[in-house]
């Protein structure tokens, strides 16, 4: 069964401070993931994508890593502020469709106080 | 920011009403999805279109209708709502590249209460 499991399921950091979120997958055939970052009361916004043969991709403070073999994906987030606080949610999307079907995580809610 | 446009933001409406929600994107993306999202779950696809005329149900069963008449526009309808159906929708739109990352584009959500 194709599933994407993420921890923790949520997370207080303070301000300036990093922190990593975990994602496992036994989606297959895999095509891509990527990690989306859902605002309250909002629609997800995409952070990062990457495909079987990349392991490492950033956009600004996020970094995400991909390990294929293992079937985890970790997103790292360095010197927080506040409007990081959010659900991230880590996407999988098979090839075995015509759709790209997507798998969703439930997400890591991340909080970031002062 | 993606062109995906969702109406109403909010809704609070009682049993047995007739709804439509609105789901407009300015892409020109042939694929269009609906979501429904409840709160601290995944989100799960209800239905789908791979363009004008095209609709199909997705992974979760759903009383609600879709119809795709034109390409940017996108509507679901309940013809009688019920508590049941109080949850976050949220509409997305992609369009495949060579790669076939199939990058969806997610609206603002609308969130359905039904008294």
């Known amino acids: 069964k194709n599933q994407v499991e993420q921890s923790p399921q949520s997370l207080i950091i303070l301000e300036g401070k990093n922190c990593t979120l975990q994602?496992?997958?036994?989606?297959?055939?895999?095509?891509?993931l990527r990690w989306y970052k859902q605002d309250t009361g909002r629609g997800p916004v995409s952070l990062t994508i990457?495909?079987?043969?990349?392991n490492t991709k950033s956009n600004g403070r996020y970094t995400a890593t991909l390990d294929a073999d293992t079937k985890q994906s970790s997103l790292h987030i360095t010197a927080s502020q506040l409007s990081d606080s959010a659900s991230y949610i880590c996407?999988?999307?098979?090839?075995?469709?015509?759709?790209?079907?997507?798998?969703f995580g439930r997400g890591t809610q991340l909080t970031v106080w002062p | 920011e993606a062109d995906i446009y969702q109406t109403p933001r909010y809704l609070v409406i009682g049993t047995g009403k007739k709804i439509t929600l609105e789901c407009s994107q300015t892409?020109?993306?042939?694929?269009m999805y609906w979501y429904q999202q409840d709160p601290g779950m995944e989100l799960h696809l209800i239905h789908y279109?791979?363009?004008?005329?095209?609709?199909e149900k997705g992974d979760l069963s759903s009383e609600s209708t879709v119809s795709r008449i034109r390409t940017e526009h996108f509507p679901l309808t309940l013809e009688s709502a019920r508590p049941s159906h109080t949850s976050q929708y949220l509409c997305?739109?992609?369009?495949?590249?060579?790669?076939?990352?199939?990058?969806?584009?997610f609206g603002p959500g609308t969130r359905l209460t039904v008294l």
């Open positions: 997305a739109s992609s369009q495949i590249d060579r790669g076939n990352y199939n990058e969806q584009f």
């Open positions: 994602c496992n997958y036994t989606v297959s055939p895999f095509s891509n």
């Open positions: 990457m495909t079987f043969s990349e």
């Open positions: 996407v999988v999307s098979d090839r075995g469709s015509t759709l790209g079907r997507l798998y």
């Open positions: 892409m020109g993306h042939d694929k």
């Open positions: 279109s791979y363009g004008v005329n095209s609709t």
